[in-house]
């Protein structure tokens, strides 16, 4: 080994379709050094390579799924906790998931054959697939289920988490969703607003969102409004330094509504403020902002009319 060695290794692996591909290159954009199914026994190698002159050092991702040469999980589980103990480098592993329906879709999309079943189908594959990097899974620092992800939201998460500014510090996410559209897959904490009056049942708020001034006051004049926020930005404050403290890479903090475009975007942008105002860096994301309003998917109170307070 060189004198000195690598800060960070990132071992990047995951399901056939899920978007390692995206994920490196993405790491590659923001300063990382990558390499993609590099067989297992060229590693060592490539670790003491010595850098060439003024070249700054840069953390190292490593690409490696079920296609790699000699791909074993197991061992290379084994061979992360040798490259940690025996030789004093920082090694995370970064788990790219996604369930098998969206796999399917996606393999059908782009016509592709999955490379564990270029003969069957694609969930024998998948199936397979899953199988054999279950160990790696299991072992990973970070794992991102990138189901309900396009490219360009798996490129801001990658963004978020592995910036090389902040890899000392955990990367804060603020959301905003409704429940009548699916819980966020990687919310760390949820917070249910349901309970503050809902704006949707006011013809003239219906049509705009908890961005717009007449909305947030109409949300912060619930009773209950004041001392319930409060009381969640205090619990943050105290939450997010033992986070740190603990090592943790990343915490979202999600805040939903029944439809997600009123009460959960305007409590949402009031948190981040708080959080800025005490020397937070959120990011903040609305996933249902911008979906059309829709009565069915709201609930009156009691099965009636919308109470005015």
Not at 3 to 18: M, N, Y
Not at 59 to 68: M, N, V
Request: a neutral charge; proline letters at 6%.
């Amino acid at each position: 080994m060189t004198d000195q060695p690598r800060k960070t290794i990132l071992l990047v692996s995951g399901l056939s379709g899920a978007g390692k591909t995206t994920a490196l290159k993405t790491l590659e954009d923001i300063g990382w050094e990558v390499a993609d199914n590099l067989p297992l026994l060229l590693l060592d190698r490539l670790l003491d390579m010595p850098l060439p002159k003024d070249a700054q050092e840069r953390p190292l991702a490593l690409g490696i799924d079920a296609r790699t040469r000699g791909f074993d999980a197991a061992a290379i589980v084994r061979r992360i906790k040798t490259l940690r103990e025996d030789h004093g480098l920082d090694v995370e592993t970064l788990f790219l998931d996604c369930s098998g329906s969206e796999l399917e879709r996606r393999f059908s999309e782009t016509r592709r054959r999955h490379p564990l079943a270029v003969d069957r189908p694609a969930t024998d594959g998948i199936a397979r697939d899953r199988e054999l990097t279950e160990p790696l899974r299991r072992w990973a620092t970070h794992v991102i289920d990138t189901t309900t992800f396009n490219s360009n939201g798996l490129q801001q998460e990658i963004r978020a988490r592995f910036s090389l500014d902040k890899l000392s510090e955990p990367v804060l996410t603020v959301i905003s969703f409704g429940f009548s559209r699916g819980l966020p897959r990687n919310a760390d904490l949820v917070f249910d607003m349901r309970f503050l009056r809902n704006p949707h049942w006011v013809p003239d708020l219906r049509p705009k969102t908890g961005r717009d001034p007449d909305v947030a006051a109409y949300i912060a004049g619930d009773p209950a409004y004041e001392a319930a926020v409060g009381q969640i930005e205090q619990l943050l404050l105290t939450l997010l330094p033992r986070y740190a403290g603990e090592g943790k890479a990343y915490v979202t903090v999600a805040f939903g509504c029944t439809g997600g475009r009123h009460r959960s975007v305007h409590v949402a942008e009031r948190v981040a403020a708080a959080l800025r105002r005490e020397g937070f860096s959120p990011t903040v994301s609305h996933r249902n902002m911008e979906s059309a309003p829709q009565d069915a998917l709201e609930k009156r109170r009691a099965g009636g009319p919308e109470p005015k307070l």
